[in-house]
């Protein structure tokens, strides 16, 4: 038989106030990468990206500890966790939002920003599922969904124009080296 911890109060108001410290350096990151994409820098995407999943992480465990306790007992809880849950998701789709619209359309993308954004595709769409739940229905703003259908498009759009990573997979066999590896040393002679 497998027991079950007890959570208590005062450990879910401690993931919910690491939710939300959390949240707002995910906001900070975006910013900050909202304004280095005008420079042609990619590398605070990915920092905006781990913080956001950083957060999805802590939203999972608190909604996991949640379920695992008497209803009547956390009830004031579980509607902070819902209210924040909202606020954050709509947070989180503005600011992906706000960084793909600062892309310009001549913008230069680099090797493998493909396969950078496409995961993103995915977020939306769990995203999406998740706004679907019952306990959130009529409470979703119309603009988050707009953000995020927009989001989505500009996605497609950047995705299309990026390039891709090299594909060698239907190469029929390496190429072979020019040069051997004990003669990279030596100068070249003329």
Avoid at 109 to 125: K, N, Q, S, T, W
Avoid at 158 to 177: E, Q
């Amino acid at each position: 038989m497998v027991w079950r911890r007890g959570y208590s109060r005062n450990e879910i108001q401690e993931l919910l106030s690491a939710i939300e410290r959390q949240a707002a350096e995910a906001v900070r990151l975006a910013d900050r990468a909202q304004r280095d994409i005008g420079h042609d820098r990619f590398s605070s995407f990915l920092d905006f990206r781990r913080k956001v999943e950083e957060v999805r992480a802590l939203l999972t465990l608190t909604e996991e500890r949640l379920g695992g306790i008497n209803g009547a007992r956390l009830s004031d809880l579980r509607s902070e966790f819902e209210r924040m849950d909202l606020l954050l998701m709509g947070m989180m789709a503005r600011a992906t939002r706000g960084y793909f619209a600062s892309m310009r359309e001549d913008q230069v993308l680099p090797i493998g920003a493909r396969e950078l954004f496409e995961p993103e595709l995915r977020v939306i769409d769990q995203t999406r599922e998740r706004l679907g739940r019952p306990q959130y229905e009529g409470r979703v703003l119309p603009m988050v969904l707009e953000d995020l259908e927009a989001t989505s498009e500009m996605i497609r759009k950047t995705i299309n124009r990026a390039p891709a990573l090299p594909d060698f997979s239907d190469s029929p066999s390496p190429p072979r080296p020019v040069k051997r590896l004990r003669t990279l040393g030596r100068p070249i002679r003329q």
